[in-house]
Each structure stands twice: as structure tokens, then as C-alpha cells.
């Protein structure tokens, strides 16, 4: 199995610019879960999916954040308009109920300048 | 609101030597789950161990243990014979066994193994 496939890697961008991350879960997986890290909160839920409907998205910050999931196989978490402190490394993880365990992308590097 | 505590921000031990980390939780549920995260430097979340907590059997992957006290809401990781490989940052998270499968997780430990 491929595991969870995030992209881009890096991002970098300005301020104001529209930023979409992109993630595709382990295949048959059916939680998926953004998460977002910082040096100065740790780890923090941002939303989580079942079955590809959003069920608690309370950790997205402002508005300005947005994330869908239009089929099993691929989520993506828009940014609109960025600003700098959206700078961080975006995870995108997906587990199955048996499992009781998230297994994560590489990350993206969010730089927004 | 469950919030996981892990009170070691840096640790440092010698190749070969075995190493304990620290972990405190509070909950009010009677079922869940504990992790054990590491990431190295390329950034990648890897899972290391998992605990179920209505298995009192603590436990085990290889080099790595847990010592899992649910009074006292206390769940260390044990690396033994260290190696170099071993260096990353370590997360303990917690999840709920029922409902809602969000990890929450401590602020980590950033573990350094010296040649």
C-alpha cells in the first residue's frame, strides 16, 4: 500500500494568495484527518471526515479555512485568502475503525511570505 | 475535554542505553486508546506502539514497551538498547474508544541518541 499521499511537499506563498493542500488516503480507510503543527501549538485537529462527510470541523480556525472531501479517495484543505501565520507543516492522516490508529502523509510545508 | 501531558521537552542518552518517556493523561472515559508517535526529522508521523486501556497486558514491538498505569492515567514508552535511528520527536496521543476517532496529543519529546 502506497500509505497517505500528500502534496506539495513545500508551499510557499504570499500573503493573500489562495493555498490548496491536497491528500489522498489509505485506500478502504474511512476517517480522514487534517491536522496542523506549529512550534508554538503542537499537533492541533483541524477536521475529520467519516465516510467522506465532515464530522467535527470546530479546530479550523477562521473562515478562511475550508476542506472538502469529494469521493473516498482524495480531501483537500483550502486557504483563502493565506496569511503568514498559516505558516506550518499540514498533515493529512486516515485511519479504519479497527485499526484505532491514524496513519499520516509526509506533511506539506505551508510558508505563506 | 481529554489533554495529554508529556513533561520531558528534551531527552539524551547514549547509543545502546535505555530510555524511558513520560506520559500523563486525564480523561473521564473508561475505554480508549494510547499512542505512541515518532517523528524523525523527515517529518513523517510514524505510528510505534499502541495500548488498549481494557488490556492490562502492557504493550510491546520490538525494542519498544510501554508501562501502561490506568489509575494512575500514566503511560510511559521504553526504548531499549537505543540506537541511532532512534532520535526524532515522540508524541503520545489519546483517542477515545467510542465515538469520535481524533487523536489528541501531548506537546512531545525531543529525543536525541549520541554515537
Known amino acids: 500500500d502506497a500509505g497517505v499521499i500528500q502534496s506539495p511537499r513545500h508551499e510557499v506563498t504570499e500573503m493573500g494568495q489562495e493555498v490548496t493542500l491536497r491528500c489522498k488516503p489509505i485506500s478502504g480507510h474511512d476517517y480522514l484527518f487534517w491536522y496542523r503543527q506549529t512550534m508554538m501549538r503542537g499537533l492541533e485537529l483541524l477536521i475529520y471526515?467519516?465516510?467522506?462527510?465532515?464530522?467535527?470541523d470546530s479546530g479550523m480556525p477562521e473562515d478562511r479555512f475550508s476542506a472538502k472531501m469529494p469521493n473516498a479517495s482524495f480531501s483537500t484543505l483550502k486557504i483563502q485568502p493565506s496569511e503568514p501565520r498559516d505558516s506550518a507543516v499540514y498533515f493529512c492522516a486516515s485511519s479504519l475503525v479497527s485499526t484505532r490508529g491514524a496513519f499520516f502523509g509526509q506533511g506539506t510545508r505551508l510558508t505563506v511570505v | 475535554a481529554q489533554t495529554v501531558t508529556q513533561s520531558q521537552p528534551e531527552m539524551s542518552v547514549q547509543e545502546a542505553e535505555t530510555v524511558t518517556l513520560s506520559c500523563t493523561y486525564d480523561t473521564s472515559e473508561n475505554n480508549y486508546y494510547l499512542f505512541w508517535y515518532k517523528q524523525p526529522p523527515s517529518r513523517q508521523m510514524i505510528l510505534v506502539i499502541r495500548q488498549e486501556a481494557y488490556k492490562q497486558q502492557n504493550a510491546t514491538e520490538n525494542r519498544f514497551s510501554v508501562n501502561f498505569q490506568k489509575a494512575a492515567k500514566s503511560f510511559s514508552l521504553k526504548i531499549s538498547d537505543s540506537q541511532l535511528g532512534d532520535t526524532a520527536m515522540y508524541f503520545c496521543?489519546?483517542?477515545?474508544?467510542?465515538?469520535?476517532?481524533?487523536?489528541?496529543f501531548g506537546q512531545g519529546t525531543r529525543l536525541t541518541i549520541n554515537p
Open positions: 496521543a489519546f483517542m477515545k474508544a467510542q465515538g469520535a476517532q481524533k487523536l489528541v
Open positions: 471526515f467519516n465516510n467522506n462527510v465532515p464530522i467535527d
